[in-house]
């Protein structure tokens, strides 16, 4: 998957979650809730300043994808998923203790994809400097 449509994906997930939060929690609950996982936004953010670091510093170079041969698909994702879902059914109370989970995967699956970012800009960097090239 590119990472426009990645980004677009995440975006698009954003939105709808939100608003089935403010639909069936009220502002009120659904700030709390967000403002609850503070320290996992703090860390997203320090990731998202880690990338831009490293997109600055590769920019207008030939950056190699290493993630390429991944054989983690959507099908994947979603199944794990699922059966989180069902879990927290069972174990949070139903269906609002449910979707109270999704900020934190949501949360994750950013954090997820910035790591593996970072990791594949940095191996790129290594090369360039094992090149000397960079």
């Known amino acids: 998957m590119s990472q426009n449509r990645l980004k677009l994906l995440f975006l698009a997930s954003f939105g709808a979650m939100m608003a089935v939060y403010l639909l069936v929690l009220g502002e009120y609950k659904t700030v709390n809730l967000i403002i609850d996982e503070y320290i996992?936004?703090?860390?997203?953010?320090?990731l998202f300043g880690a990338s831009?670091?490293?997109?600055?510093?590769?920019?207008?170079?030939?950056?190699?994808?290493?993630?390429?041969?991944s054989?983690?698909?959507?099908?994947?994702?979603?199944?794990?998923?699922?059966a989180f879902q069902v879990m927290d059914y069972i174990y949070e109370d139903g269906?609002?203790?449910?979707?109270s989970q999704w900020f934190i995967y949501w949360i994750m699956g950013v954090i997820?994809?910035?790591?593996?970012?970072?990791?594949?800009?940095?191996?790129?960097?290594?090369?360039?400097k094992l090149r000397g090239q960079f």
Request: overall charge positive; proline content about 0%.
């Open 40 to 46: 996992f936004i703090a860390a997203a953010l320090l």
């Open 52 to 69: 831009f670091f490293y997109k600055r510093k590769l920019k207008g170079v030939d950056v190699i994808d290493f993630n390429a041969g």
């Open 71 to 82: 054989n983690l698909t959507l099908k994947n994702t979603l199944l794990v998923f699922l």
């Open 95 to 99: 269906f609002k203790g449910m979707i």
């Open 112 to 128: 997820g994809v910035l790591l593996m970012d970072i990791i594949n800009s940095y191996k790129n960097l290594k090369l360039l």
